[in-house]
Nanobody, 128 residues
Framework: QVQLVESGGGQVQAGGSLRLSCAASGRTFSRYVMGWFRQAPGKEREFVAVISWDGHTTFYEDSVKGRFTISRDNAKNMMYLQMNSLKPEDTAVYYC?????????????????????WGQGTQVTVSS
């Protein structure tokens, strides 16, 4: 069982930066694939980024490549999303997710259904 709690959201002007954190509980966190998703009002939840259990492999949604960086610290049971050059279209509730299947290909990890555990979300608002 893993519990996830996001933090670090807030309001920022376009071009600014935010760092989201995801604190995980559970002894096997270090073996879980972790991801970030976001959901804007009236839209479906969409994939942002995913990181392998060891942190060596990452994959990003095209619109955030070069601006967002996903990372994790297994010793601290933490995952992060550094968001730079933020745009108004990045406004959404951001969710962290975790899944114990470390062998599933990343091509499947863009789907919310591929994750077993979810946090409650943190709001990110980017003003123009």
């Amino acid at each position: 069982q893993v519990q996830l709690v996001e933090s670090g959201g807030g309001q920022v002007q376009a071009g600014g930066s935010l760092r989201l954190s995801c604190a995980a509980s559970g002894r096997t966190f270090s073996r879980y694939v972790m991801g970030w998703f976001r959901q804007a009002p009236g839209k479906e939840r969409e994939f942002v980024a995913v990181i392998s259990w060891d942190g060596h492999t990452t994959f990003y949604e095209d619109s955030v490549k070069g601006r967002f960086t996903i990372s994790r610290d297994n010793a601290k049971n933490m995952m992060y999303l550094q968001m730079n050059s933020l745009k108004p279209e990045d406004t959404a509730v951001y969710y962290c997710a975790a899944d114990p299947d470390e062998y599933m290909g990343f091509s499947s990890r863009i789907k919310p259904i591929s994750y077993e555990y979810w946090g409650q979300g943190t709001q990110v608002t980017v003003s123009s």
